[in-house]
Protein backbone atom coordinates (compact mmCIF):
# COMPACT_ATOMS: atom_id res chain seq x y z
CA UNK A 1 0.00 0.00 0.00
CA UNK A 2 1.34 3.49 -0.56
CA UNK A 3 3.04 5.59 1.60
CA UNK A 4 0.64 8.14 1.53
CA UNK A 5 -3.05 5.64 1.36
CA UNK A 6 -4.79 6.35 4.77
CA UNK A 7 -7.24 3.53 5.90
CA UNK A 8 -9.24 2.71 9.36
CA UNK A 9 -8.25 -0.68 10.30
CA UNK A 10 -11.73 -1.87 11.67
CA UNK A 11 -15.05 -0.40 13.80
CA UNK A 12 -13.41 -0.83 16.84
CA UNK A 13 -16.40 0.26 19.56
CA UNK A 14 -19.89 1.46 19.60
CA UNK A 15 -21.26 3.66 21.84
CA UNK A 16 -24.45 3.06 24.17
CA UNK A 17 -25.53 5.34 26.86
CA UNK A 18 -27.71 2.85 29.36
CA UNK A 19 -29.03 3.89 32.71
CA UNK A 20 -26.66 1.30 34.60
CA UNK A 21 -23.62 0.69 33.02
CA UNK A 22 -23.24 -2.96 35.08
CA UNK A 23 -26.52 -4.11 34.48
CA UNK A 24 -26.15 -3.55 30.94
CA UNK A 25 -22.57 -5.45 31.03
CA UNK A 26 -24.26 -8.68 32.87
CA UNK A 27 -27.11 -8.46 30.16
CA UNK A 28 -24.50 -8.28 26.90
CA UNK A 29 -22.54 -10.93 28.78
CA UNK A 30 -25.40 -13.66 29.44
CA UNK A 31 -26.88 -12.56 25.83
CA UNK A 32 -23.55 -12.18 23.26
CA UNK A 33 -20.67 -13.51 25.18
CA UNK A 34 -19.35 -9.89 25.99
CA UNK A 35 -17.45 -9.63 28.88
CA UNK A 36 -15.98 -6.37 30.45
CA UNK A 37 -11.81 -5.84 29.71
CA UNK A 38 -10.30 -5.38 32.60
CA UNK A 39 -7.36 -3.03 31.59
CA UNK A 40 -9.80 -0.97 30.90
CA UNK A 41 -12.51 -1.09 33.45
CA UNK A 42 -10.33 2.15 34.99
CA UNK A 43 -12.15 4.25 32.30
CA UNK A 44 -15.36 3.51 33.95
CA UNK A 45 -14.41 5.57 36.90
CA UNK A 46 -15.26 7.95 37.65
CA UNK A 47 -19.06 7.96 36.13
CA UNK A 48 -18.68 9.66 32.95
CA UNK A 49 -16.37 6.89 31.46
CA UNK A 50 -17.07 4.05 29.64
CA UNK A 51 -17.58 0.47 30.47
CA UNK A 52 -15.69 -1.34 27.95
CA UNK A 53 -16.91 -4.73 26.97
CA UNK A 54 -15.69 -6.64 24.09
CA UNK A 55 -15.06 -10.70 22.70
CA UNK A 56 -12.01 -12.46 24.05
CA UNK A 57 -9.78 -11.11 20.92
CA UNK A 58 -11.17 -7.96 21.29
CA UNK A 59 -12.09 -7.86 18.03
CA UNK A 60 -16.05 -6.40 18.98
CA UNK A 61 -16.57 -3.67 21.78
CA UNK A 62 -18.76 -2.00 23.16
CA UNK A 63 -18.75 1.27 25.46
CA UNK A 64 -21.58 1.71 27.58
CA UNK A 65 -21.81 5.08 29.16
CA UNK A 66 -24.30 6.31 32.11
CA UNK A 67 -27.34 7.77 30.21
CA UNK A 68 -30.57 8.16 29.37
CA UNK A 69 -30.23 5.76 26.38
CA UNK A 70 -30.77 7.99 22.96
CA UNK A 71 -34.53 8.01 21.59
CA UNK A 72 -37.09 5.26 22.53
CA UNK A 73 -37.15 1.39 21.43
CA UNK A 74 -38.55 2.42 18.09
CA UNK A 75 -36.01 5.48 17.26
CA UNK A 76 -33.01 4.28 19.45
CA UNK A 77 -29.50 4.91 17.53
CA UNK A 78 -25.78 4.57 18.29
CA UNK A 79 -24.10 7.45 19.79
CA UNK A 80 -20.33 7.34 17.94
CA UNK A 81 -18.78 4.58 15.53
CA UNK A 82 -15.12 3.91 16.26
CA UNK A 83 -12.70 3.31 13.94
CA UNK A 84 -9.53 1.22 15.16
CA UNK A 85 -6.44 2.38 13.42
CA UNK A 86 -2.50 1.48 14.20
CA UNK A 87 -0.22 4.33 15.69
CA UNK A 88 0.81 5.46 12.28
CA UNK A 89 -1.87 5.46 10.77
CA UNK A 90 -3.28 7.69 13.45
CA UNK A 91 -0.06 9.88 13.13
CA UNK A 92 -1.17 10.40 9.05
CA UNK A 93 -4.72 10.96 9.83
CA UNK A 94 -3.59 13.90 12.10
CA UNK A 95 -1.29 14.67 9.37
CA UNK A 96 -4.01 14.75 6.92
CA UNK A 97 -6.77 16.81 8.79
CA UNK A 98 -6.17 20.03 7.08
CA UNK A 99 -5.91 18.47 3.42
CA UNK A 100 -9.41 16.29 4.10
CA UNK A 101 -11.35 18.95 6.10
CA UNK A 102 -12.67 17.34 9.11
CA UNK A 103 -14.59 19.24 11.09
CA UNK A 104 -16.05 19.08 14.80
CA UNK A 105 -19.84 19.01 16.02
CA UNK A 106 -19.98 22.91 15.90
CA UNK A 107 -18.41 22.67 12.29
CA UNK A 108 -14.91 23.68 12.79
CA UNK A 109 -12.22 22.23 10.87
CA UNK A 110 -10.14 19.99 13.38
CA UNK A 111 -6.43 20.22 14.01
CA UNK A 112 -3.84 18.36 15.81
CA UNK A 113 -4.91 19.71 19.24
CA UNK A 114 -7.89 18.04 18.85
CA UNK A 115 -6.60 14.72 19.43
CA UNK A 116 -7.59 13.49 23.49
CA UNK A 117 -5.16 11.02 24.98
CA UNK A 118 -7.09 8.81 27.19
CA UNK A 119 -3.74 7.52 28.63
CA UNK A 120 -3.81 3.85 27.11
CA UNK A 121 -5.53 4.96 23.67
CA UNK A 122 -5.23 8.04 21.94
CA UNK A 123 -9.04 9.29 19.38
CA UNK A 124 -9.86 12.26 17.71
CA UNK A 125 -13.56 12.62 17.44
CA UNK A 126 -15.41 14.31 14.86
CA UNK A 127 -18.90 14.11 12.64
CA UNK A 128 -19.24 13.44 8.65
CA UNK A 129 -20.69 16.12 6.50
CA UNK A 130 -24.31 14.28 7.65
CA UNK A 131 -24.28 14.99 11.41
CA UNK A 132 -22.93 11.09 12.58
CA UNK A 133 -20.29 10.74 15.24
CA UNK A 134 -17.27 9.38 14.05
CA UNK A 135 -13.69 8.62 15.80
CA UNK A 136 -10.04 7.27 14.91
CA UNK A 137 -9.19 5.17 17.82
CA UNK A 138 -5.53 3.86 18.28
CA UNK A 139 -3.93 2.08 21.44
CA UNK A 140 -0.34 2.28 20.47
CA UNK A 141 -0.18 4.67 22.72
CA UNK A 142 3.83 5.00 22.72
CA UNK A 143 3.89 5.07 18.91
CA UNK A 144 1.60 7.90 19.17
CA UNK A 145 3.21 9.93 21.79
CA UNK A 146 6.37 9.20 20.64
CA UNK A 147 5.67 10.56 17.29
CA UNK A 148 3.78 14.08 18.42
CA UNK A 149 7.06 15.14 20.71
Known sequence: MPEDTFQVDQIDHVELFVPDRY??????????GLKVIPEYERWAQPEGG??????????????????????????A????????????GFLRFIERLQ???????????????????????????????????LEITTYEHEVVRKGRD
Open 23 to 32: EAARWYERAL
Open 50 to 75: PLMMGTPQGGTKLALFSGKPRGDRET
Open 77 to 88: GFHRVAFRIDGQ
Open 99 to 133: AVAVFDEHGKQLAADAVVDHGQAFSIYFHDPYGHR
